[in-house]
Structures are given as C-alpha cells and as structure tokens.
Antibody, heavy 120, light 111 residues
Framework: EVQLVESGGGLVQPGRSLRLSCAAS????????MHWVRQVPGKGLEWVSG????????GYADFVKGRFTISRDNAKNSLYLQMSSLRAEDMALYYC?????????????WGKGTTVTVSS | QSVLTQPPSVSGAPGRRVTISCTGS?????????VHWYQQLPGTAPKLLIY???NRPSGVPDRFSGSKSGTSASLAITGLQAEDEAEYYC???????????FGGGTKLTVL
C-alpha cells in the first residue's frame, strides 16, 4: 500500500525551529518529486515547498523562502522540512505529498498531515 | 490572495450538473501548464480528482471531468450526489514563481 506518514509537528515558540519528517512506503521513492503543502484550519491549501526526485531542483513559496529548507534521503525513503524563525502565521496542518512524476506536476498521494502550533 | 481564482462556493441539486472555474494567467495556465483538481472531504486529506487537465486517476467516477482553455480551466460534476459535498481545489505550476500554485478552493453544497 502506498503510504506517507508525517511526524515532527508540535508546539514551538515564535522564532524557534522545528523539523518535519515524512516516511514513504509502498512505492519507489526516488522516482518521484515530493512536496510539503500546508492548510490552516478552515482555510485553503498552500504549497510550501517541493523537491525533485534527485534533489536537483527545490522550490519554495515566497512566504517561507530563507526560513524553510526541504530535503530528502532517498536511501531512507524520507522527506524533510526544516523550519526556522517560525511565526504565528506558520501555524497549520502540514501535509507531505507525492508528485505524479519526477518534476513538479500534480500530487497523487497525500499523508494525513502533522500539526504545527506556534505560540509562546 | 491565491494565484489561481476559484469561486468561493457553488451549489446544485442532486442529479444536476455543476461546474467550478479556475482562472489563472499567462505565467501558469496560459503558459501551457497543466491543471489538476483535488477533492477534500471534511476532516480528510485532499484527493487527486483530475490530473493533466482532463485525466481521471483510477477509481474516480466519470461523473467528474476537467477541461482547459486559454488561461482558465473548469471542473464539471454531473449527476450530483450528496457524497460530492466537499471543497475542490485547482492547482498548476507557475513559471514566474517557479513553484506550484493552488486556487483558493470552492465549497460545493449539494442542496
């Protein structure tokens, strides 16, 4: 079964850091680009970051550029999001999503998400 | 303000047809980037509904269809059912932003 399981969310103070992880299983991880997408409860989907199959290209939404870093370890079938200088507006449910292909295209598999709460 | 514009809500009676529009610009849909659609039921993760403008993943009923023209795309749902009540999002790639963009979402209510 194709599966994505996010972890690492939690309560963090403004200005601090947090690292999200996504464990993939059931497919050949290094064949596909991967993404992080977030959603504030009651609001829409926001693409946060993406990384191509070989980490050759990474992309970030403007609102996280310079603060978040996406990475992947194909040997461990894992995707990561290092978040720093966290702000109240970063508080959301963060989804890990598998791309349809090797570049940025569409997202055909989603995890259940991990919640990030930013508060003092 | 989302890069792709969707109506906040649409509604229709059971059995009827509704369409949801997604308007972009020359740097995304108009730049020949494909449009994809997702369905998000309350309390669940999004599900890919349409990819590549008009293709359905296996398991998606043929009541759902997509099209694209110029800088816009549309999702059509025929034979509305109560279970179709959900939030729908369009998504594409923006070459100016060098990233993925979503629409703001459309809430479908089945009357």
């Amino acid at each position: 079964e194709v599966q994505l399981v996010e972890s690492g969310g939690g309560l963090v103070q403004p200005g601090r850091s947090l690292r999200l992880s996504c464990a993939a299983s059931g497919f050949t991880f290094d064949d596909y680009a991967m993404h992080w997408v977030r959603q504030v409860p009651g609001k829409g989907l926001e693409w946060v970051s993406g990384i191509t199959w070989n980490s050759g290209t990474v992309g970030y939404a403007d609102f996280v550029k310079g603060r978040f870093t996406i990475s992947r370890d194909n040997a461990k079938n894992s995707l990561y999001l290092q978040m720093s200088s966290l702000r109240a507006e970063d508080m959301a449910l963060y989804y890990c999503a598998k791309d349809f292909g090797q570049q940025f295209y569409s997202m055909d598999v989603w995890g259940k998400g991990t919640t990030v709460t930013v508060s003092s | 303000q989302s890069v792709l514009t969707q109506p906040p809500s649409v509604s229709g009676a059971p059995g009827r047809r509704v369409t949801i529009s997604c308007t972009g610009s020359s740097s995304n849909i108009g730049a020949d980037s494909d449009v994809h659609w997702y369905q998000q039921l309350p309390g669940t993760a999004p599900k890919l509904l349409i990819y590549g403008n008009s293709n359905r993943p296996s398991g998606v009923p043929d009541r759902f269809s997509g099209s694209k023209s110029g800088t816009s795309a549309s999702l059509a749902i025929t034979g509305l059912q109560a279970e179709d009540e959900a939030e729908y999002y369009c998504q594409s790639y923006d070459s100016s932003l060098s990233g993925v963009v979503f629409g703001g979402g459309t809430k479908l209510t089945v009357l």
